[in-house]
């Protein structure tokens, strides 16, 4: 299925006159909106290959019909995203769930629908079918070398087929720790990472980054040999300049300040990437700003604030992705979701008024300053947003016209109502 430029100008069309009313009285508002839609159309986040079919949990799985079978129909996803609200330009892929078995034609797929690679995921936390050794007690900390071994050689061809693909990120979340106290030294399991996460990191090309993407429990309940920011930016900083810490937000201790997590790894020059999503309780992959929008916005505030500092461009500069997994929500509408709270998140952070914030700062007017952060945060963005879409080439409410043109209605008639994704 293809979503064609004259279905949502049509769509625009109908909505035109209430959203303008909306943005010209935003734009009275605020100061240089011209600069933040600028900003907000060239601001684009990758989507997780593994995030299209319905998740689930241990207990069970839910299907909504019309989940994309190959890797193409993924992409093809990902090009319907993007085609309403254009700023769902990438895909991450997850090996060996998403093995390409054809570039040029994998590539074709993703060029129609203006796709591009975002960062590769290698899988060292489940057993493949046919896999010689096991990854049950670890992979890259794993007491026996040859198993190391094997985890080193996956991620190395994770790195190849990105390479053809034109990705030029890997990013490596690991299982390994332990469930209970004794299982394993801390020392040698840190230190046979550090060696294994050494060999990948030397085959990466000259213009590739690596990212460590930590997580404090889950699977392992004892410890977790990447479990904190700390820990990643040990591995990053020992490793190289190519490396990276990849913050999740769903992967943190209940309520770990995250935003000056963030600052300080720009600070350090070490923050690479993001995998957003929300969480009540755990890694609960839940949409993107649906628990803790204020989090979100101050994560963002910082990230404004610090990418400025460094003269980065937002745009570019980090691999912004989305992890996320749907129990009871159509995959794509809780996607469009997830990003419409991003752009929205990234769009309060770009009005705050940053002089005024220093001289609060300046002059320890605590009140002051909480009153400019909450003053951007309360301030009703989607026009702004829904503009940059529309100028963009998108739907003013991508949802709205998702359900219009019966997307999934039409996914499970070309696809079938079994159809099963890999992954998850
Ligand atoms: C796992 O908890 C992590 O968030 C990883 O990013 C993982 O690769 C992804 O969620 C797919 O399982
Ligand atoms: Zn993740
Ligand atoms: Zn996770
Ligand atoms: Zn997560």
Same mark, same amino acid.
Do not use: C
């Given at each position: 299925m293809r979503i064609d430029k004259q279905q949502i100008a049509t769509f625009n069309e109908g909505l035109l006159a209430g959203h303008t009313k909306r943005f010209e009285y935003i734009s009275s508002e605020i100061d240089g909106v011209e600069q933040i839609i600028s900003k907000l159309i060239d601001f684009q986040i990758g989507i997780p290959s593994w995030a299209l079919g319905a998740g689930g949990t241990r207990f069970g799985r839910f299907h909504f019909g019309g989940a994309p079978a190959t890797l193409e129909e993924k992409i093809e996803d990902v090009g319907l995203l993007h085609a309403l609200n254009r700023n769902s330009g990438s895909i991450s892929l997850h090996i060996p769930w998403d093995v390409p078995k054809d570039y040029a034609a994998i590539k074709k797929v993703a060029a129609d629908s203006g796709i591009k690679f975002d960062a590769m995921n290698s899988n060292t936390f489940q057993d493949q079918p046919g896999q010689l050794l096991s990854y049950k007690f670890g992979s890259l900390q794993n007491v026996d070398k040859a198993v190391r071994k094997q985890a080193i050689e996956h991620n190395i061809e994770v790195i190849k087929h990105g390479v053809e693909l034109g990705s030029k990120a890997l990013t490596v979340w690991l299982a390994d720790g332990s469930c209970f106290p004794g299982q394993l030294s801390f020392r040698n399991a840190?230190?046979?990472?550090?060696?294994?996460? &050494?060999?990948?990191y030397s085959a990466l090309p000259e213009d590739w980054k690596v990212f460590v993407e930590y997580k404090a429990f889950e699977p392992n309940f004892y410890s977790t040999t990447v479990g904190d920011w700390g820990q990643s930016l040990l591995y990053t900083s020992k490793l190289g300049e190519k490396a990276y810490t990849l913050v999740d937000l769903g992967h943190h201790l209940p309520n770990a300040n995250i935003e000056q997590i963030v600052a300080l790894l720009l600070n350090e020059g070490k923050l690479?990437?993001?995998?957003?999503?929300?969480?009540? !309780?755990?890694?609960?992959?839940?949409?993107?700003?649906?628990?803790?929008? !204020? &989090?979100?916005?101050?994560?963002?505030?910082?990230?404004?604030? *610090?990418?400025?500092?460094? *003269?980065?461009?937002?745009?570019?500069?980090?691999?912004?992705?989305?992890?996320?997994?749907?129990?009871?929500k159509d995959p794509l509408e809780d996607l469009l979701q997830s990003v419409d709270a991003i752009m929205a998140a990234y769009a309060q952070a770009l009005m705050v008024d940053k002089k005024a914030l220093e001289a609060a700062r300046a002059n320890s007017d605590v009140a002051q300053a909480q009153e400019i952060l909450q003053n951007a945060f309360r301030t009703d963005v989607r026009p702004l947003v829904a503009e940059a879409r529309k100028r963009a080439g998108g739907a003013l409410q991508p949802l709205t016209l998702y359900r219009q043109l019966g997307v999934r209605e039409q996914l499970i008639k070309e696809r079938g109502v079994d159809s099963q994704t890999t992954g998850l």
């Open positions: 840190f230190n046979n990472t550090l060696e294994s996460l &050494q060999e990948i690479g990437g993001f995998h957003f999503n929300d969480s009540k !309780y755990g890694d609960d992959d839940l949409t993107a700003g649906s628990i803790k929008p !204020y &989090q979100l916005f101050l994560i963002f505030n910082e990230l404004v604030d *610090g990418m400025d500092a460094r *003269g980065m461009n937002h745009a570019k500069d980090l691999g912004w992705m989305i992890d996320a997994s749907h129990n009871v």
